[in-house]
């Protein structure tokens, strides 16, 4: 990824229609297997983890070789990862268990949400500021952030978390869906370019929350609110000559061997 492709991701404001994004395929048929970073120090303690980095546990570790084992009958053409540790250390376990092992391109459009200076606080303390920044008693915190978020959208909330980031780092929803966008647009037209006119699968690691972000802009109507397992495998796939995404498998979870 240059830093072209980052300044023009940031210059755009407009989002992409699913089917504009499809057109980047040129009527190619793809297959994406998108991949969330096994378990972290940070997701156990429950901490806002966002940018931040944390080790991989050893949960985390026997995660990795599961999804490594069941991908391994795969054959990828390209493989993209967010540049963050975690997603590394993940692509890492599953291209050791691939043979051939595709080149991977490591881009930071395929980072978590930024949630600024509220990465690393406890999950628990930036949702109270939510809930009480909308007006809500904080003793009813489940409730009250199901109330928020069917008032204003899950998007709404994390835009009152980056309203209450003081360093005005955090990233806003309308960023995000642009960032996604262009992390879709580049891959897609990767895909294009592969020689041949066989069909190209691509293999991508990102963040359970930024997972979702894709999702939405290519499969808006079945994409859930929720935060997808680690080390789950979600399946999108675009028929050749067609420009309407199809959702083959969501959240998809390979059983961990026990210790």
Known sequence: MSDTDVQAA???????????????????????????????????????????????????????????????????????CSDLQRTRTTAEGILAALDPAPAIEHT?????????????RPAADVWQEVIVEHGFEV???????????????WRGVFDTVAQLDATGQAEQAAAIVVRADSAIEHM?????DVRGEAPVHVLVVSHGGFITSLLRQLVPELTPDVILPNCSVTTVSLPARTTVWQLDALGEVAPVGAR
């Open 10 to 80: 940031d210059e755009r404001h407009e989002q992409y229609l699913p089917e504009e994004l499809a057109a980047f395929a040129r009527g190619r048929e793809l297959r994406l297997t998108i991949v969330r970073h096994a378990e972290t120090e940070h997701n156990i303690n429950h901490l806002m983890q966002g940018w931040s980095d944390s080790p991989i546990t050893e949960l985390g570790r026997r995660q990795i070789e599961a999804v490594a084992h069941r991908l391994s009958a795969e054959r990828f053409d390209l493989a993209f």
């Open 188 to 192: 897609v037209r990767a895909a294009a």
């Open 139 to 153: 003793d009813r915190e489940l409730s009250a952030l199901r109330s928020i978020a069917e008032q204003v959208g």
């Open 108 to 120: 930071e459009l395929l980072r978590e949400w930024n949630f600024g200076s509220h990465e690393e």
